[in-house]
């Protein structure tokens, strides 16, 4: 369900995981926050989290040898079985002139109010929205929220509230890398199925459709295909720690080579509330490209600090350029960075060593706050006052 001119791109791509029924399946190439997580009134769910037990990691012998047997989650079906009632299927309809596209994908219900996660590209441009319940109920849906940049959309759904089933959600920080996890969705319309894998990766980092880079992103090796977008990836003990969003394939097929990625529950747990309240949620920016400094850097540019980020490119009417911060004046040497860019060492005091520990800090903030610049610029040290703009979407 994205525009046509991203067919055709099939290097290292990433795969959109919602599915156009008798479609073409999309491929993006392009790739969060700190989030504080909800309370329990906040997402108004009286779910008890559901205990679980994780099976450790045993032995078997064979032919004389003996292999690792990995993590499993040793109660699965019954987990599965608790857990499916927060799971739904989403049908869209979409116009396009004389054309109409068919979408499935999938969500997760929040609440008793009808209230349905789900990814921004599944709903995105949707005349017409379905819920289909595990339990066979249908019901019509009205998009209420969309947050493009982290490719989430909250849904509200006509349903008596004794029919839906709230899931938990848990915390994302804690996804340890090898845990067992299983996902619920949709793949290819084949309602509610059940996948399960591990936890391959965290702290990856993807690129929502309009180019805004997602944080924290959980890599996993189960199984999701188109239809599972917008679907729980869930921990050994029922708790929700992922909406699966994408999938990397380099032959640009769009079916699951065992990389699969979620958007963390926490970022979503941050801006439900946003969402719910049908928001069209806006990330900061601050304008500027760089480059992490070392010892070895630094040196070649001639400065006398070695920990920051050195600032490569500032965009023209950015936050940044407003607050006048600048980008190099003359050529490198010997073909290295080009010299004479200012060094960014902390935000509001808080000391940055790396690109992606600055992007943090101003994606934990608002559009239109205001933060300080600490800057080493021909060796002075200076403060600067940037006032963060709305992120803007890539072409």
């Not at 108004?44 to 032919?63: F, Q």
């Not at 845990?179 to 059940?194: K, R, Y």
């Not at 600048?326 to 073909?335: F, L, N, Q, Y």
């Amino acid at each position: 369900m994205r525009r046509a001119w991203l067919q055709g791109m099939v290097l290292s791509a990433t795969i959109v995981i919602s599915m156009v029924v008798g479609g073409v399946l999309v491929v993006n190439v392009a790739g969060n926050d700190s989030n504080p997580a909800l309370t329990e009134a906040t997402t108004t769910s009286s779910t008890v989290p559901i205990a679980a037990t994780s099976g450790a990691a045993t032995t078997a012998t064979t032919g004389g040898s003996t292999a690792v047997v990995a993590s499993a989650i040793e109660n699965l079906p019954d987990l599965v079985a608790q857990v499916s009632p927060s799971v739904v299927r989403i049908q869209t309809s979409t116009s396009q002139g004389a054309f109409n596209a068919e979408g499935v994908g999938s969500g997760v219900v929040i609440d008793r109010d009808g209230h349905i996660l789900t990814n921004y590209h599944v709903v995105e441009g949707a005349t017409s929205v379905t819920v289909v319940l595990a339990d066979g109920t249908e019901a019509t849906a009205t998009v209420l929220g969309t947050d493009p940049g982290n490719d989430l959309a909250v849904i509200r759904a006509a349903v008596q509230p004794q029919r839906l089933v709230p899931a938990v959600f848990g915390n994302s920080d804690a996804a340890r890398v090898g845990e067992p996890v299983f996902a619920i969705g949709n793949p290819f319309s084949l309602s509610f199925s059940v996948t399960s894998g591990i936890v391959s990766a965290v702290e990856r980092e993807r690129p929502a459709l309009n180019g805004r880079p997602i944080r924290s992103v959980i890599q996993t090796d189960a199984a999701v295909n188109p239809g599972n977008s917008g679907g729980p990836l869930f921990n050994g003990r029922g708790e929700v720690i992922g909406i699966n969003t994408s999938i990397e394939n380099p032959t640009g097929q769009g079916v699951f080579v065992g990389i699969g990625f979620a958007v963390p529950s926490n970022t979503a747990l941050r801006f439900i509330p946003r969402l719910i309240d049908g928001e069209s949620v806006a990330h900061p920016q601050l304008g500027i490209a760089g480059v992490d400094l070392n010892d070895l850097n630094a040196a070649d540019l001639g400065l006398d600090v070695s920990a920051g980020v050195y600032v490569t490119t500032v965009s023209p009417g950015s936050a940044a350029a407003n607050a006048g911060l600048s980008g190099p004046t003359s050529a490198g040497v010997d073909g290295g960075l080009p010299r004479g860019g200012d060094v960014i060492t902390a935000i509001d005091g808080q000391a940055v060593t790396s690109i992606v520990a600055l992007a943090a800090v101003i994606d934990g903030h608002n559009v239109g706050d205001t933060v300080t610049l600490t800057i080493i610029r021909g060796g002075d040290t200076l403060q600067l006052e940037a006032t963060l703009q709305e992120w803007q979407s890539s072409s």
